[in-house]
């Protein structure tokens, strides 16, 4: 316990220590060392704050280590561990370096991910967040390969965006079906994560016919992207 407090001071102060403690965190697999799920609220203050460091690679590690710990920690049956103000602290950071104009492609990527993933635990927290980082977060999903991060980081924010499905229209949800269809083809697609796609899409489809919106929106959407969601997820005019 006297280890553990001295390294959380030190990681206050000494960025280099920040940036390897990120990595030692986001390293920790499932199932984590007992004494983890106690310790995640200040585990995660930690990584919070080495979110907004000016140096670039501990800010990448902790913004790496935040969805780590989420999905391999947090989602495992510890997310009561971490209290409402600590995980609003984290997203309002990940939602600021999301928001820079000068924000590093990696650094973006990882708080992509990272923000998508804690929509499987605080998905209400993430949902009051989408209006800053829809586009972002569609545009970093599209260049990335289609993996395990991608994919929890999908099935996360597809539960926010079903308590908030307005952050996602007009040119968010442009965005959002590139970002669906770039993922490689129809067999590489999960097929639990495929089913939501479809679903969310059609809910997306009656939202925009309600609004008298939907012929402008579809027929404005490139031939291509108009041929692969129909195709895949039934998503036509």
Do not use: H
């Not at 990595?23 to 060392?33: E, F, Q, Y």
């Not at 309002?92 to 590093?104: C, F, G, P, Q």
């Not at 990272?114 to 209006?131: D, H, K, T």
């Not at 079903?162 to 067999?187: D, I, K, M, T, Y």
Request: aromatic share 8%; glycine share 6%; net charge positive.
């Amino acid at each position: 316990q006297r280890i553990k407090k001295r390294l959380l001071r030190k990681t206050q102060t000494q960025t280099q220590v920040r940036q390897s403690f990120s990595a030692v965190i986001g390293d920790l697999s499932p199932p984590p060392p007992a004494y983890v799920a106690p310790a995640s609220n200040a585990l995660f203050n930690v990584l919070c704050n080495g979110l907004l460091t000016p140096y670039v690679p501990a800010r990448n590690n902790s913004s790496w280590a935040v969805g780590e710990f989420t999905v391999n920690v947090l989602s495992r049956g510890a997310a009561d561990k971490v209290n409402n103000k600590t995980y609003e602290n984290v997203l309002n950071r990940l939602v600021a370096v999301m928001t820079k104009d000068d924000v590093n492609e990696s650094v973006l990527r990882n708080c992509s991910v990272a923000i998508g993933r804690l929509g499987l635990v605080r998905p209400q927290l993430v949902a009051a967040r989408l209006n800053k980082v829809a586009r972002a977060w569609s545009v970093s999903m599209t260049e990335m390969e289609d993996d395990d991060e991608k994919q929890s980081s999908f099935v996360g924010m597809i539960r926010a965006i079903r308590l908030n499905p307005r952050a996602f229209l007009g040119e968010n949800l442009f965005f959002f079906c590139v970002a669906l269809s770039n993922w490689g083809n129809e067999e590489t697609v999960p097929s639990e994560l495929a089913m939501q796609f479809k679903s969310l899409l059609q809910n997306f489809r009656n939202m925009l016919i309600s609004a008298g919106s939907w012929p402008r929106f579809y027929d404005n959407l490139p031939e291509g992207l108009r041929e692969t969601l129909g195709s895949q997820y039934g998503f036509m005019r």
